[in-house]
């Protein structure tokens, strides 16, 4: 039981330092433009890097969320239950979004035929994609502010985190549109933010990563009753 334990923290802490690291790159090295497939052609293989980060972010984010979602079940149950939800659903809808910006690099290669593409993508999209970039956006910020919330009431982590996962979504979401300069701190502040919580996950105690059952029976065992 130690030994899975220790395995999942060790799991939950390397992901949420992944996630950081691999969005980064993304804000990075994102192409920006009016046009946006010139754009991506003009970056070159920086747009593929790019794409190929934003697309693999996803998972050890997925793994990130559930790891805090085990430090706050305790401290706020109903927090972890929603916030955690809705941002994982946020993080598998992200993902389905970075299958779209890998195939937008595909497309920015294929130049015989760009007025097809770009006509394309300047037409509205289907209703089941304009669904899943929809639940990606607003689940991850969503979920993003339930978490930090739970991180405040359960008392894990940093009391600066939950104040940075906040910043980070008013800056992403509502800043990018008024500053270039607004991707650059979003990015920094989602970087101190997961880096926080995993130092906050890797120095957590163990018993935390077991289940209740498995922690009273070696209490009872620790100090001789019942045995």
């Known amino acids: 039981m130690i030994t899975t334990a220790r395995f999942c923290r060790v799991i939950a802490a390397v992901s949420l330092i992944a996630t ?3 969005s980064v ?3 990075l090295l994102r192409p920006t433009g009016a046009d946006q497939l010139a754009a991506i052609e003009a970056a070159g293989p920086l747009a593929l890097v790019s794409g190929l980060a934003f697309a693999m972010a996803q998972l050890p984010f997925l793994i990130g969320m559930l790891g805090v ?4 079940r305790h401290g706020a149950p109903w927090l972890t239950i929603v916030g955690g939800s809705i941002a994982f659903l946020g993080g598998f809808c992200h993902a389905v979004m970075g299958g779209f910006q890998l195939g937008s690099v595909m497309m920015a ?5 760009r007025d097809v593409y770009v006509a394309l993508l300047a037409s509205p999209p289907p ?6 970039m929809m639940a990606g956006t607003i689940g991850t910020a969503l979920g993003l502010v339930l978490i930090g919330a739970g991180l405040m009431r359960a008392g894990v982590g ?12 008013l800056v992403e ?4 549109s008024v500053t270039s300069w607004a991707s650059l701190a979003s990015g920094l502040l989602y970087l101190a933010a997961f880096v926080g919580l995993a130092i906050a996950v890797w120095q957590s105690p163990l018993s935390a990563w077991m289940p209740r059952e498995a922690v009273l029976g070696r209490r009872v065992v620790r100090e001789g009753v019942g045995v």
């Open 20 to 22: 950081a690291l691999l």
């Open 25 to 27: 790159l993304w804000v």
């Open 69 to 72: 979602a085990v430090l706050t």
């Open 109 to 113: 290669a294929d130049t015989a035929h």
């Open 127 to 132: 209703p089941a994609l304009m669904v899943l």
């Open 158 to 169: 940093g009391r600066w985190i939950p104040y940075a996962l906040w910043a980070f979504v």
């Open 173 to 176: 979401f509502a800043g990018t």
